[in-house]
């Protein structure tokens, strides 16, 4: 399998704190990607990255804030947390953008009360 | 309406039947077309592309409808191992060629 890490793995925080996740990759892929997973719902993109201090928005950014430093992390951060952030969180790679070949970590189960 | 559509389902098939479901999609100009499979409270992972030509790959076949604006997935033979959700994904200049997913297809193969 790809190495891709998520950590953690489960987390609970309450309304109003910081929250930072983060995914980390073995396989030097250019792409990384934040989803998050609720029913009902796709999967729906957070934040992307395409290299080093390249980073753009995607379809529900609103509320969180990505970085990338270095081509192997890539972190999610929610500024301040609130209950519609729970929310079971994926960070992906791909070798080409919008290739479909998304390789998935585990996933981050994040509940916030 | 949704820009991807899936039938949540569940799909309860028996054992050895073949089933087959569809996922819609509404922006005429998609250029790529993914099935994924999620096992229960684990990470998607890629089943198959899809082309124009269709793809099959052992029990799996995926078509491809573009004047309809539907994949398909049909699996034959199927395996309680089968058992899962299916995701499909699409891509479009619009979406700056990132994936637009639908929410999923359940499927449960019964002994």
């Known amino acids: 399998d790809a190495g891709i890490t998520q950590s953690p793995r489960h987390k609970v925080t309450e309304t109003g704190t910081p929250v930072t996740l983060r995914c980390h990759q073995t396989?030097?892929?250019?792409?990384m990607y934040w989803y998050r997973q609720d029913p009902g719902h796709g999967l729906r993109l957070i934040h992307y990255?395409?290299?080093?201090?390249?980073?753009d928005k995607g379809e529900v950014s609103d509320g969180y804030s990505v970085s990338r430093s270095k081509t192997e992390d890539f972190l999610l951060t929610l500024e301040s947390a609130t209950s519609s952030q729970t929310s079971v969180y994926f960070c992906?790679?791909?070798?080409?953008?919008?290739?479909?070949?998304?390789?998935f970590g585990s996933g981050t189960r994040l509940t916030v009360v | 309406r949704k820009e991807v559509e899936q039938d949540p389902g569940p799909f309860n098939v028996p054992e050895g039947a073949t089933v087959a479901f569809n996922c819609t999609y509404s922006?005429?100009?998609?250029?790529?077309f993914f099935w994924y499979r999620q096992d229960c409270r684990k990470e998607p992972k890629l089943l198959m592309s899809?082309?124009?030509?269709?793809n099959e790959d052992g029990r799996f076949t995926a078509q491809l409808n573009r004047a309809s604006q539907y994949i398909s997935l049909l699996i034959r033979d199927s395996k309680l191992s089968d058992s899962a959700t299916y995701l499909c994904?699409?891509?479009?200049?619009?979406?700056?060629?990132?994936?637009?997913w639908g929410a999923g297809t359940k499927l449960i193969i019964k002994p």
């Open positions: 992906a790679i791909s070798v080409e953008q919008g290739a479909g070949k998304n390789t």
């Open positions: 922006n005429s100009a998609s250029q790529s």
């Open positions: 990255s395409y290299g080093v201090k390249d980073t």
């Open positions: 899809v082309y124009s030509s269709g």
């Open positions: 396989e030097n892929h250019r792409y």
């Open positions: 994904a699409v891509s479009t200049m619009d979406s700056n060629y990132q994936l637009i």
